[in-house]
Every structure is written in C-alpha cells, then in structure tokens.
Nanobody
Framework: QVQLVESGGGLVQAGGSLRLSCAASGSIGSINPMGWYRQAPGKERELVAGITSGGSTNYADSVKGRFTISRDNAKNTVYLQMNSLKPEDTAAYYC????????WGQGTQVTVFL
C-alpha cells in the first residue's frame, strides 16, 4: 500500500506564492515518477507538472515559467513551488506517485483572490 500526504495549500492574493509538499510512504520501492494534477470546480482534472525518477520535468503550458516541481528522493517527497499565482490557478491540487499504478493524495485546496 502507498500513502501520500499533501500540505501547503491555502488562500493567497494574486501575484503571491505558495509551496505544496507531498510525502509518500509505504510500499514504494525504488524512486518513482511523481507529480501534481489540479481540478477546478466543474472542470476535468489536469496535469500541472510531473517529475521522473531521473529528475526530468514537464509542465502544463499554463504554468510554465511560474511553477517549479522538484523532489527530495531521500524523503520521498515532491514539491510544487507556485509563483505569480493567478485566480485561474484556484483548484484542488492532487499529488500522485507511479508505483505499478497511479496513487493519489487527498488533495489540498489553493485559492487565489484578486
């Protein structure tokens, strides 16, 4: 079994920053791909950023240049640094890890106001 615990969401004014963290535990084995999705009300869940076991990253076009994904393999933790936040970034953010299949965190809410 794999568990993911997220933290760092909250309420922030447009232009501000937040840092999300997601710690994985359980039957993880080797270093695995991890990342973040988000889902706004009435919209489908979308990929925000991913990071491979080797450290390669990919981002949604909407967050490129503003968000940075990173990982600490020793802590089995992935981070999402979010800068220059916009109201359209408001969503529930879910981290994931790939261990034979995708496991999800419980989600953390990010709300950006003007």
């Amino acid at each position: 079994q794999v568990q993911l615990v997220e933290s760092g969401g909250g309420l922030v004014q447009a232009g501000g920053s937040l840092r999300l963290s997601c710690a994985a535990s359980g039957s993880i084995g080797s270093i695995n791909p991890m990342g973040w999705y988000r889902q706004a009300p009435g919209k489908e869940r979308e990929l925000v950023a991913g990071i491979t076991s080797g450290g390669s990253t990919n981002y949604a076009d909407s967050v490129k240049g503003r968000f940075t994904i990173s990982r600490d393999n020793a802590k089995n933790t992935v981070y999402l640094q979010m800068n220059s936040l916009k109201p359209e970034d408001t969503a529930a953010y879910y981290c994931y890890i790939m261990v034979l299949r995708r496991y999800w965190g419980q989600g953390t809410q990010v709300t950006v106001f003007l």
